[in-house]
C-alpha cells in the first residue's frame, strides 16, 4: 500500500539524518594534523652490544625455565616512584632517565627479581661511577639486588650460573608479590 511505503521512506529519510548528525559515514575527515617533532632518527641496526647479546642469550639459556630475561629497562619500569612524600613527577623523571642492562622477572607475575648491569670501560669515567653509585642506591632502597658483573667475555655459563645462584630466589615464594598483583602503574 501506498501508506506504508511513504511510512518507509520517512523512516528511511529519519534514519539518514540520525546517522549523519551522530557522526556517521558522511561525516567530514578532520584535516591531518601535522607532526611538530624537530628532531629526525633513524632504526637502529641492534638493541644492545654483541658481548650484551651474549650475555643475553646465556641469560636466556641458564634461567628460560623459570624466570624472564627482559634487556635494556628503564628504571621506571621496574622501581615506583610514588612514595609518599616526595614530588612524583620529579622521582619519576630522575628514575626514567637511568636503565638497566636486564631485568630477571619471575615467571608467573612477571614482578622484577634482579636487576643486571655489564660493567664495561664505559663504567670507568668519573661521571658514570656517580651514575652507577645512585643506581646501586636506588636498588638498595626498593629491596631489589643488583648484579654487576666486570668482565663478561671471561665468564663462562657456569661462572654465570653461579653469580646467578647467589642473587636469585632460592624458595617460588620469594617471588610472588606480598602486596598481591597490579598490571602496571601509571
Given at each position: 500500500s501506498m501508506e506504508f511505503i511513504l511510512l518507509l521512506v520517512t523512516v528511511i529519510v529519519v534514519m539518514y539524518f540520525i546517522n549523519r548528525s551522530r557522526g556517521g559515514a558522511h561525516e567530514k575527515v578532520p584535516s591531518e594534523i601535522k607532526p611538530?617533532?624537530?628532531?629526525?632518527?633513524?632504526?637502529?641496526?641492534?638493541?644492545?652490544?654483541?658481548?650484551?647479546?651474549?650475555?643475553?642469550?646465556?641469560?636466556?639459556?641458564?634461567?628460560?625455565?623459570?624466570?624472564?630475561?627482559?634487556?635494556?629497562?628503564?628504571?621506571?619500569?621496574?622501581?615506583?616512584?610514588?612514595?609518599?612524600?616526595?614530588?612524583?613527577?620529579?622521582?619519576?623523571?630522575?628514575?626514567?632517565?637511568?636503565?638497566?642492562?636486564?631485568?630477571?622477572?619471575?615467571?608467573?607475575?612477571?614482578?622484577?627479581?634482579?636487576?643486571?648491569?655489564?660493567?664495561?670501560?664505559?663504567?670507568?669515567?668519573?661521571?658514570?661511577?656517580?651514575?652507577?653509585?645512585?643506581?646501586?642506591?636506588?636498588?638498595?632502597?626498593?629491596g631489589m639486588p643488583l648484579l654487576r658483573i666486570r668482565d663478561v667475555r671471561a665468564m663462562t655459563p657456569t661462572d654465570i650460573k653461579a653469580k646467578l645462584d647467589e642473587y636469585l630466589p632460592k624458595t617460588i615464594s620469594e617471588t610472588i608479590p606480598s602486596a598481591g598483583v597490579t598490571t602496571g602503574s601509571s
Open positions: 611538530t617533532v624537530n628532531y629526525r632518527y633513524r632504526r637502529k641496526d641492534f638493541v644492545m652490544t654483541k658481548a650484551e647479546n651474549d650475555f643475553f642469550n646465556s641469560l636466556v639459556e641458564i634461567l628460560g625455565d623459570e624466570y624472564y630475561v627482559f634487556p635494556q629497562v628503564h628504571l621506571s619500569t621496574i622501581l615506583d616512584h610514588k612514595v609518599k612524600g616526595q614530588n612524583w613527577k620529579a622521582a619519576f623523571s630522575y628514575i626514567n632517565q637511568k636503565s638497566v642492562d636486564y631485568v630477571v622477572c619471575n615467571r608467573q607475575y612477571r614482578r622484577p627479581i634482579l636487576g643486571i648491569e655489564l660493567d664495561d670501560w664505559s663504567h670507568d669515567g668519573e661521571a658514570r661511577k656517580q651514575r652507577d653509585a645512585n643506581v646501586d642506591y636506588l636498588f638498595k632502597e626498593s
